[in-house]
């Protein structure tokens, strides 16, 4: 065998042998590339945005996709409010190489398919250009169907038999997006981030045979399919957890998301949360907001001032909400104490109703030095130190905002969003049923990549 250290990885193995060197496996972990859709490597980049204009456009969709159920029952799923990064996957044999948004609130992977030349492939989105592939299940050698009856079907919400008893679902979104077509099965295999196994010629792979996955053929939506990672049967998670000795865990450490850099989605043992500094608090259960995952925030510490809800109050846990939302009785004595610390020049807001407090300053640096020590009380007393870079936002020149905004009716789930989460590796695990967090330089957490392939 050309990987006798693998040892009990047996699915990592098999992969390995494939490649013709000796690979010195380390561990039972592997990375994917996270791609911000605004960086350069996404297919939905504009180079004509400004840093500033990116941050603003992604506040914008963020707050306009609100998280809350369809109120007419009609959605199959609860749905982040947006979408920011993306990963590859690799669907079928041979393989097709897809680039989906990762959701850790959607109970599904789905992606594009069409069958050959007997249904016309769904147009890939525009912005995606020539760089998008659309999966062809009649090239693929290891495509399964799956009946209506099974386990499988049974797995996914909102499924239905078809006219020849196969299982089709169909989620409609609340921005008016939709995905239908088959419940299918199929091999899909991960790339390992380069440099994960010495000595090996090419990248590691993960392969996992038959994932349960939504093959697309109706497909009203801007991307080519869906990473679901949410706590469901069906969500890629649970299903790496089933078919490999990887676990159900996985954690990201998100780069600055206005830089270029790539940050890191984790699988296995690189899931572990391990760095100084590493707090750990519960996930709870809660019915108002869905497959979100959530946990229960205590306290907020503004230097020696301590802002205590009156109960404990759940929030979510998104990487696709910029913003963090919090309930009107803790952000505005947050807002009190934070002016009474920062004593830098204060600014208009450009947009009173989210941003509540600006200051003039020459970038995020510049308040770090006068920013005090700011921490999150969570759960089980797990406290998170918060750097100026995860409570402000640079938003135009010469202006950073506070980057926390009150919970509305249009916004009811309070939230921690992507910008509080920055340069932080933060880690979940679905069978211990934790959220671990801890510091970390996350433009290191993913190699170097290649250019755009
Ligand atoms: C794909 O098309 C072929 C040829 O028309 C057909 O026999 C097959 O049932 C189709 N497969 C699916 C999954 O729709």
Redesign the pocket.
Known sequence: MACPMCGALLLLCLVLILTPLQCGCTGGGFSVELIHRDSARSPFHDPSLTPHARVLAAVRRSYAGSGSPDPDGAVSEVVSSSFEYFMHVNIGTPRTRMLALVDSSSDLVWLRCT??S?SPAPAPPAAAGGRSNVFD??SSSTYG?VGCQSDSCRSVPGTSCDATSFCQYSYSYLDGSSSSG?VATETFTFDDAPGGCTGCRERPQLQVPRVTFGCATTVHFAGNGIVGLADAESSLINQIGAATSLGRRFSYCLAPFFSDVSSALNFGAHAAVTEPGAVTTPMVQHSTVGAYYTVEIVALRVGNTVIKLPNRSPVIVDSGTVLTYLDKELLEPIVEALSRSIKLPRKQSPKPELFSLCYEAGGLEVLEKVFPDVTLELGVGALVTLKAENVFVDLLLRTVCLAMAPATNERPVAAIGNIMQQNMHVGYDLDKRTITFAPADCAKSYPSPPAFV
Do not use: Q
């Open positions: 069958n050959g007997a299940l009649s169907r088959l």
